[in-house]
T-cell receptor, first 110, second 109 residues
Framework: DAGITQSPRHKVTETGTPVTLRCHQT?????MYWYRQDPGHGLRLIHY???????DKGEVSDGYSVSRSKTEDFLLTLESATSSQTSVYFC?????????FGPGTRLTVL | GIQVEQSPPDLILQEGANSTLRCNFS?????LQWFHQNPWGQLINLFY???GTKQNGRLSATTVATERYSLLYISSSQTTDSGVYFC???????????FGTGTRLTVIP
């Protein structure tokens, strides 16, 4: 299994609070991704990174920001969480074409 | 953006049966992957297959890029095959995958 961890694995928070999710890899892969999974939508890309300090938006980036200060860590921040951001968040990594996924973080915004 | 359609949306099989899952996509792609999401939510990479045929044990996949579809074959299904199977494709750069909505497979003992 690819060495990908996500923290926290579960989080319940209130509307309006900031939330940061962390993705950590031990594979030294160049690319890292954040997806969200919602019923009826499959997985949708939020943001991705193609190197340290190099990030770009995905399909559903509104309300999210990311940072990558080290190769191994990719942070996803919800500046002010909303109920529509209740979802399961997956991190993925890749070096070429194949993507490998972390275990996911279940976030509930009340 | 590119459209990815998977069929059937749901499939129930008796253990030991074979099945074929289909993925249609609306434009040419650079990358196509099949994933299995197990009942615990873990996404497992099954195949990277932008074209051609690959086999891994009881699973095989075929992508006909010129006709914009891919097939995932599961033979002699087992209860551990249950879960959701996703097809995902990428068109441009940076390997940004677009996922279908999946096929939910239930294998009954």
């Amino acid at each position: 299994d690819a060495g990908i961890t996500q923290s926290p694995r579960h989080k319940v928070t209130e509307t309006g609070t900031p939330v940061t999710l962390r993705c950590h890899q031990t594979e030294n892969h160049r690319y890292m991704y954040w997806y969200r999974q919602d019923p009826g939508h499959g997985l949708r890309l939020i943001h991705y990174s193609y190197g340290v300090k190099d990030t770009d938006k995905g399909e559903v980036s509104d309300g999210y920001s990311v940072s990558r200060s080290k190769t191994e860590d990719f942070l996803l921040t919800l500046e002010s969480a909303t109920s529509s951001q209740t979802s399961v968040y997956f991190c993925a990594i890749s070096e070429s074409y194949e993507q490998f996924f972390g275990p996911g973080t279940r976030l509930t915004v009340l | 953006g590119i459209q990815v359609e998977q069929s059937p949306p749901d499939l129930i099989l008796q253990e030991g049966a074979n099945s074929t899952l289909r993925c249609n996509f609306s434009d040419s792609v650079n990358n196509l992957q099949w994933f299995h999401q197990n009942p615990w939510g873990q996404l497992i990479n099954l195949f990277y297959i932008p074209s051609g045929t690959k086999q891994n044990g009881r699973l095989s996949a075929t992508t006909v890029a010129t006709e914009r579809y891919s097939l995932l074959y599961i033979s002699s299904s087992q209860t551990t095959d249950s879960g959701v199977y996703f097809c995902a494709v990428e068109q441009g750069g940076a390997n940004n995958l677009f996922f279908g909505t999946g096929t939910r497979l239930t294998v009954i003992p």
